[in-house]
């Protein structure tokens, strides 16, 4: 006659270390979660001390291609990890290359130019548009079903833009250009974010982000090397290197790496909440840093735009 075997119950010294150990997990987690909001947040800072001596179209190309070759390594280890790599069809492989016009190439483009015509205060609020304009797009597609609260919620948040852009000023740094620019980039990734839904389903998100960056530098290779061979390189501050060196570094690679890596410990909907932050770092990193001016209707479209993206996604 076999005996059950006794499993002995845990000690108090070891639920209270399992716990501690959780506890140092999720801390860390969110320790991770806010230094990717603060890399993104200063891009928008780090852009402008760029902007200052690289032009538009020399600092988009070559950011897109240094963050093309620093994605290839993670692509590379991806693929060797995964237990089985899935073959890229013809069809996807042309997809994938589209999606690079929209998620890097047209993106980047409208987001340095916008940039550079308007203040970091109006492109991080602008640039948090972006859930809404997927929802827009992903209604259209036929992805998502659009109720009147979440019409209601996109309907704000285009009033607190209309707004925004309504109390631009040369004073401030901000121009309606600028602010249109920096819309168009959000809608540029918007588009990719849509379009890149099923092959990143099929391939995973490092695949679909490598190729678009590859094909994205390809594009912009010509008019790079144009800008390239009129542009003397010599008159470039040690700063504005480290400023062009971040842009490609950081929000293109180290904050892609931190989001995926938190998106597979925490629901979508709590690490998207993080994103309400970056208006808010923003203006005031803005104010301090490159002393731009925090004005009341600033503030208010800022409110606007952030309480119809919050009730159009919880709706």
Request: hydrophobic share 55%; charged share 10%; aromatic share 10%.
């Amino acid at each position: 006659m076999s005996h059950p075997t006794v499993v002995p119950a845990p000690t108090r010294e070891a639920t209270r270390c399992s716990g501690g150990s959780r506890r140092a997990a999720t801390a860390r987690l969110y320790a991770l979660i806010l230094l990717m909001v603060l890399f993104w947040t200063a891009n928008f800072l780090i852009g402008k001390v760029a902007l200052r001596e690289f032009p538009i179209l020399l600092l988009a190309g070559m950011r897109t291609a240094l963050a093309a070759v620093l994605l290839l390594p993670v692509y590379v280890w991806s693929r060797r990890a995964a237990a089985r790599a899935v073959r890229i069809e013809g069809p996807d492989r042309r997809r994938l290359l589209l999606l690079g016009v929209f998620g890097v190439t047209l993106n980047q483009l409208f987001f340095v130019g916008g940039l550079a015509l308007t203040s970091a205060a109006h492109a991080s609020v602008l640039m948090s548009l972006t859930p809404i304009l997927v929802l827009v797009l992903a209604a259209a597609a036929g992805q998502e079903r659009v109720t009147v609260k979440k019409a209601a919620g996109m309907s704000v948040a285009l009033l607190g833009a209309a707004w925004l852009s309504g109390s631009s000023s040369e004073s401030s740094g901000a121009t309606v250009t600028g602010d249109v620019l920096v819309l168009l980039a959000a809608l540029a990734f918007a588009g990719f974010t849509v379009g890149g839904k099923q092959p990143s389903a099929r391939y995973g998100s490092v695949t679909v982000n490598t190729f678009a960056y590859g094909s994205g530098a390809l594009m912009l290779a010509p008019l790079t090397a144009w800008q390239a061979f009129r542009f003397d390189f010599a008159t470039v501050s040690a700063a504005a290197w480290a400023s062009f060196a971040y842009m490609a570094l950081f929000p293109s690679l180290v904050c892609y790496l931190i989001f995926s890596y938190a998106l597979a410990r925490l629901p979508a909907s709590r690490l998207t909440a993080f994103g309400y932050l970056q208006p808010l770092l923003a203006t005031t990193g803005a104010a301090v840093f490159l002393g731009e001016p925090v004005t009341l209707g600033l503030v208010a479209a800022g409110a606007l735009v952030l309480a119809g993206v919050y009730l159009a996604e919880r709706a």
